[in-house]
């Protein structure tokens, strides 16, 4: 049984949630409420970090670069391709400013299972 979090790490998790920058703000009124037909749950703790979105029924991450906190690395990757989750990282860019074709491509691999090579454990993002 995994042990809970610090409560250092509880209370950031807390904070966070209640200051979404906008990118997230943006995309979280956009996914919440099963408006693509799964939960999502946002800023929570994986693996010793905050998540920024994470859709526990199809094991999907979606985190959105940006300066509220560090991109996950390629040891944190590693953990969450273990457990079979997939991760999807998104500019903060694109997250305001081609929020269709985000929600597009969180659909088309949360929705449709998605496992393919290209987005476990890799990234995916819109901007090049």
């Given at each position: 049984m995994m042990s809970p979090p610090p409560d250092w790490l509880t209370q950031n998790a807390l904070q966070m949630r209640r200051n979404l920058t906008l990118p997230e703000r943006t995309l979280w009124e956009r996914i919440r409420r099963k408006s693509l037909g799964a939960k999502f749950r946002?800023?929570?703790?994986m693996f010793g970090r905050v998540?920024?979105?994470?859709?526990?029924?199809?094991n999907l991450v979606v985190e959105i670069d940006g300066e509220s906190h560090s991109?996950?690395?390629?040891?944190?990757?590693?953990?969450?391709?273990?457990?079979?989750?997939s991760?999807?990282?998104?500019?903060s860019e694109d997250a305001l400013n081609n929020?269709?074709?985000?929600?597009e491509l969180i659909a088309s691999h949360a929705m449709r299972g998605c496992r393919?090579?290209?987005?476990?454990?890799?990234?995916?993002?819109?901007?090049t």
């Open positions: 946002r800023k929570v703790i998540v920024d979105f994470w859709c526990p029924e199809k991109v996950i690395s390629p040891e944190e990757s590693m953990q969450f391709n273990e457990e079979g989750i991760v999807l990282l998104i500019s929020a269709d074709q985000v929600l393919c090579e290209s987005c476990r454990p890799s990234f995916v993002t819109l901007s």
